[in-house]
């Protein structure tokens, strides 16, 4: 399989980190990045409570940082993957006419879940938002081998 992700959240710090990281574990064939719509965290590591939450789930954040989501990434990678509405509607908006990158929310993949993965800098459940993208990236990855 040669296919590329790219896992896009606000800030690159929490959950897009989290989705690339879960998503390389079920995908290890694949090529995986995260980035973010805004640019406040370029260059800084996921946020500590993120990267604890993660890796007592199996999932080491250490090795990402953050970068911002460019034009280019449309014709980079295959799919482009949300992490809710407001970033899923930036993705739109800067998306050339010609990306051969699909785009989808990242929980579209799971019947009964909110269609926003929580940001969990805002709320403070990083386990809860670590599950919820591991049951998201176990779809994905089913879906994406079929």
Not at 49 to 71: C, E, F
Not at 90 to 100: G, S, V
């Amino acid at each position: 399989m040669s296919l590329s992700i790219l896992c896009v959240c606000l800030g690159n710090i929490c959950r897009s980190p989290t989705g690339q990281a879960v998503l390389a574990g079920l995908l290890p064939e694949a090529r995986l990045d995260s980035a973010g719509t805004g640019n406040w965290h370029l260059g800084a590591p996921p946020y500590a409570p993120m990267q604890r939450a993660a890796r007592a789930r199996g999932h080491d954040l250490s090795a990402q940082r953050a970068r911002q989501v460019s034009v280019e990434d449309f014709n980079r990678f295959d799919l482009i993957l949300a992490m809710d509405e407001n970033n899923l509607t930036r993705l739109e908006a800067m998306r050339p006419a010609d990306a051969r990158a699909g785009l989808a929310l990242f929980l579209d993949v799971l019947e009964e879940a909110p269609k926003n993965v929580p940001d969990p800098y805002y709320t403070g459940d990083f386990d809860a938002v670590v599950r919820l993208i591991e049951d998201a990236a176990a779809i994905w990855a089913a879906r994406l081998r079929a």
